[in-house]
């Protein structure tokens, strides 16, 4: 409690272009190695890059969606280096020029330590106004009336740059050996910059995830820290309360989940503590995170942008970005998570838990979307999506972009619930299928696999005779007054059915015999 943690992040996002940065190469993930390399991202003496356009649309677009001044005369610069999955011994970066600059993000954040409200002023400034941010949650109160629930604050964006990727280094374990794969090399990057804005790990998390929720709904990469196309270096120093400098920061690498950024960051702030506390001073360094035993170990001192020798790239002309190039992509661009959340409010009246669970994943809201647009209704859809689709994606360990669902068959599937011509458990069933299948027809299925609940009126009529024969002494609870005894027999005509018709009607036809007894 007597140290001030002080936190900035680097963090990397792969940009989703169909080609890399400076070739026509695929940037397609998962390829066989070396399969996506040419001249040109393999380093090869003589070849020249040439500059993908979209990289730099994309790079705006999320420069204006984080608030960000573009800069109108870019340039590219050379990173050197020599490292074995850097074929060139440099790397085409932008130090001098960047192409967005002195932006920022707003973050909601949890406060389980109740900071208190009238220090506020100092956590959540926006420094585009410099005033207070509006619409702190303060609902929910603790019982001494001085603590928030959750806190808003702006983190400020640095900078954003565009690079290009390294490649990537397979080690082997059982015989020692190391293969380089360049199929990563070359492939798009920018790189958000904050400042050393962040206090605490949920703060950390809280700005990732509105990276990432934005880089996602602008479609300008996929943001899969498991597949390396969204990843954070965290850099991270501490000093006594009330200090006005710095104190010496580490920066931590290989986090690839906000698990282990959190666990990462609190281990280090513990770390640095204990070294001050007993009287040693922390080493400016590289430090690699390792998740699996919980502690981190330093691989390199910390460089300098010095050491890397920057000089701007010969091989490419500098990048003029008119206000006509500004003002189209700003007009042209999706529509971001707060604004979706403001017009499902207004559009479809459903509830905020609702809106919260399904904007929070774009791949959700696209779905949800499809699905109304086709006649279902929004909350029986939001339903449809808050409880089984988060189940099973739990279940199987799936990510919302990788379900086979449509939106057209999610209100086909709806449909054929409100017609009664299946019931909810046959719904699951299809359902559950249609996760996993491409392009799963419900009313296909249900036809080629015998499932409709419409059974002919005369078979359920029998099957309900039966049933009551078969249970007599269910039969004298219900007309003694046990209404739940009829539960009873209406189990036995859904067994007798295989699950093939609606129990309201097998409610029903059951009451209607039973007043004949």
């Excluded at 001249?39 to 040439?50: A, E, F, Q």
């Excluded at 702190?136 to 964006?157: C, D, F, Q």
């Excluded at 809106?355 to 779905?367: M, N, P, Q």
């Excluded at 919302?400 to 409100?418: E, P, R």
Aim: aromatic content about 6%.
């Amino acid at each position: 409690m007597d140290y001030e943690v002080m936190i900035g992040l680097e963090v990397h996002v792969e940009l989703n272009t169909r080609t890399k940065i400076f070739c026509g190469c695929s940037t397609e993930f998962g390829g066989a190695p070396n399969t996506h390399v040419c001249p040109v991202c393999s380093g090869m003496p003589g070849s020249l890059p040439v500059l993908n356009k979209e990289v730099v649309n994309k790079a705006i677009s999320v420069g204006l969606a984080t608030n960000c001044d573009i800069t109108r005369n870019s340039k590219f610069d050379r990173k050197n280096y020599f490292y074995p999955d850097n074929p060139q011994n440099y790397q085409i970066s932008q130090l001098y020029y960047p192409i967005c600059r002195n932006g920022h993000v707003i973050i909601e954040v949890d406060n389980p330590d109740g900071i208190d409200p009238d220090t506020m002023h100092t956590l959540w400034s926006d420094p585009a106004t410099d005033s207070k941010c509006e619409e702190i949650t303060e609902s929910e109160r603790t019982e001494k009336g001085k603590k928030l629930a959750t806190y808003k604050k702006a983190v400020r964006i640095h900078e954003i740059h565009m690079e290009e990727d390294a490649g990537k280094l397979v080690h082997d374990g059982f015989t020692d050996e190391t293969w380089v794969d360049f199929n990563r090399s070359g492939v798009p990057l920018i790189e958000i910059v904050s400042e050393p804005d962040m206090r605490s790990a949920e703060e950390v998390v809280a700005y990732l995830e509105k990276l990432r929720e934005t880089v996602q709904y602008l479609n300008a990469s996929d943001c899969k820290l498991n597949e390396g196309s969204m990843r954070a270096d965290v850099n991270l120093s501490i000093r006594k309360k009330g200090s006005t400098e710095y104190g010496t920061r580490t920066e931590s690498k290989n986090l690839n989940s906000f698990r282990a950024i959190r666990r990462c960051i609190e281990a280090e702030i513990e770390r640095q503590i204990e070294i001050i506390e007993d009287g040693g001073k922390v080493v400016q360094e590289t430090r690699r995170w390792d998740d699996e035993k919980g502690y981190s170990y330093p691989m390199r001192s910390k460089e300098d942008a010095q050491d890397y020798r920057y000089f701007p790239d010969p091989d490419l002309v500098p990048l003029v970005i008119s206000q006509e190039w500004i003002d189209n992509i700003r007009d042209n661009r999706p529509e971001l998570r707060d604004e979706k959340k403001i017009r499902y409010k207004e559009e479809f009246g459903i509830p905020d838990y609702d809106i919260d669970l399904i904007t929070g994943e774009k791949a959700l809201a696209d779905l949800f979307e499809e699905a109304v647009a086709e006649g279902a209704d929004p909350k029986k859809a939001s339903n449809w999506l808050m409880v089984e689709t988060m189940r099973l994606m739990k279940e199987h360990n799936l990510d919302a972009d990788q379900l086979k669902f449509s939106g057209t068959n999610l209100a086909k599937l709806i449909k054929l619930v409100d017609a009664k011509e299946i019931n909810n458990a046959v719904a699951k069933e299809v359902f559950e299928k249609a996760i996993f299948l491409d392009n799963l027809d419900p009313e296909k299925y249900v036809a080629d696999n015998n499932l409709s609940t419409k059974a002919d009126s005369g078979e359920l009529e029998a099957v309900v005779r039966k049933a009551i024969e078969a249970n007599p002494k269910a039969v004298e609870d219900v007309k003694a007054g046990k209404g739940k005894a009829i539960g009873a027999i209406v189990g036995f005509v859904m067994k007798e059915m295989k699950g093939k018709c609606d129990p309201a009607e097998a409610n029903r036809m059951i009451a209607e015999q039973l007043k004949n007894i």
